[in-house]
């Protein structure tokens, strides 16, 4: 059962890096534009962070094996038309269809873990064998991607998740167990739809802003539906008695740090494999498995230094890690805004180094940064928050992050590419700015305070929207 849902996260994981480093065949096989390329990445990835909280909730609802297997099947269908897709148009909107399948796997995969393994030793040890699956998908994606590339072609990296697909629901058929929740929260399709709107409409402003200007007029109509869209989430989750998104949660400080943090670090490694991957190919001329070679670096160290990180958390608190890890992609920013068409292989390869082990060390401790001092009911909806943010740091890191560069009057694939990618390196220095400060401010003895009033909230028997005691039956 464990390798089944640990299988789940590795494909949707691998599509993320995997994908990366086919962009320059795609854009050579499809004639893709430059945009179409960001959309390639973040249909996916902002289909998924729209509906992760709603496939949790499903689940708990009509049956998690259910929905598990409905989201392998779907996760697989879409492959398969994303390997036969004619043109760029079609390949975004499999890709979605992909995401669709791909946000029923995750946290319904951590559900059924935290529903069969009882005894809480053995859940911890089950829940770090399935969290040691981001890390490998990493650094299988880059090295599995160039190879697949580079001998059958780029729809080769959607045609490998069919057989795997398959097999899952044939293995979740036998071997996992079907389990609801006693009481499942109840879906909120207003919050949903506002959530899917508000997303969508940011992500198409900045990524054609990029590409025709942020003053074209469609442009600035997105960014008000953009804007308009979030600020009716939050007046209705506020009235909500069971909303999709708990909002009081951020009156936590360690919990609006760690969403801060998840936004900014996956926003950082979102625009670097999306920049990296074209700067590897298409201006330093490397095929794609060589360009997946120079990524080792950077997926070794987060594989190794994930789980010492998660140690580090454990004995010392969260804080050295955020804080090392902070400087470490403060390090790679600046390294990485100095690069050229002919840079040094070494200095690259260090530049990579250090975002590996930036990245390695901030993951861990994210969700539990997020969960710390919320009440055992709530630990659950507070760690598919600080999922939905990462997903949502990375759609805005490829749209943000391209847009920057396609800013620039050399921002064209090819020659120039590389001075016109050094704002958006810049770009990732602050972010880590970002992740220093929401460290050091989430995790002293102010925020842990916030903590423990946000779960007073929470506390049991109590359900007010305001925070005045109302007892329920």
Sequence with gaps: MLVICSMSLLIVGLDVTIVNVALPAIHRSLHSSYSALQWTIDAYTLVLASLLMLSGSTADRIGRRRLFQVGL???????????????????????AMQAIGGSMLNPVAMSIIRNVFEDPRERAQAIGVWGAMIGLSMALGPIT???????????????????????????????????????????????????????????????????????????????ALAGCAFAALVIHELRTFEPLIELRFF???????????????????????????????????????DAGLYTL???????????ISGRIVGARGARPSMVLAA???????????????????????????????????????????????????????????????RQVGQTLGVAVLGAIAAGSTSAH??????????????????????????????????AQRTARATAE???EGVCSRTGAAEVTA
Excluded: K
């Design 73 to 95: 099947a779907t996760f697989s269908a879409g492959s398969l038309l994303c390997a036969l897709a004619p043109n760029a148009g079609f390949l975004i909107a499999f890709r």
């Design 145 to 223: 991607g160039g190879a697949l590339v580079d001998s059958v072609g780029w729809r080769a990296v959607f045609l490998v998740n069919v057989p795997i697909g398959l097999l899952a629901i044939v293995l979740t058929a036998l071997y996992v167990p079907e389990s609801r929740a006693p009481r499942a929260r109840r879906i909120d399709p207003l919050g949903q739809a506002l959530i899917v709107v508000a997303l969508a409409a940011l992500t198409y402003a900045i990524i054609e802003g990029g590409d025709h200007g942020f003053g074209a007029g469609d442009v600035i109509a997105f960014f």
């Design 251 to 289: 009156r936590s400080a360690p919990f609006s740090g760690a969403s801060a943090i998840a936004v900014a670090a996956f926003a950082a490694m979102g625009g670097f494999l999306f920049l990296n991957t074209l700067y590897l190919q298409d201006v330093r001329g490397l095929s794609a498995l």
């Design 297 to 307: 670096p950077m997926a070794g160290m987060t594989v190794i230094l994930a789980p």
């Design 327 to 389: 400087l470490a992609l403060i390090a790679s920013g600046v390294m990485l805004a100095q690069i050229g068409d002919h840079t040094a292989t070494a200095y690259l390869l260090g530049a990579y180094f250090a975002f590996g082990v930036g990245f390695g060390l901030v993951n861990p401790p994210i969700t539990n940064t997020a969960v710390s001092g919320m009440p055992p009911a709530q630990a659950g909806v507070a760690a598919a928050v600080a999922s939905t943010s």
């Design 413 to 446: 694939i090819g020659p120039g590419f590389a001075a016109a990618t050094h704002p958006a390196w810049w770009v990732i220095a602050a972010l880590g700015v970002v992740i220093l400060a929401a460290a050091l401010a989430s995790t002293g003895r102010w």
């Design 457 to 459: 909230l929470f506390r």
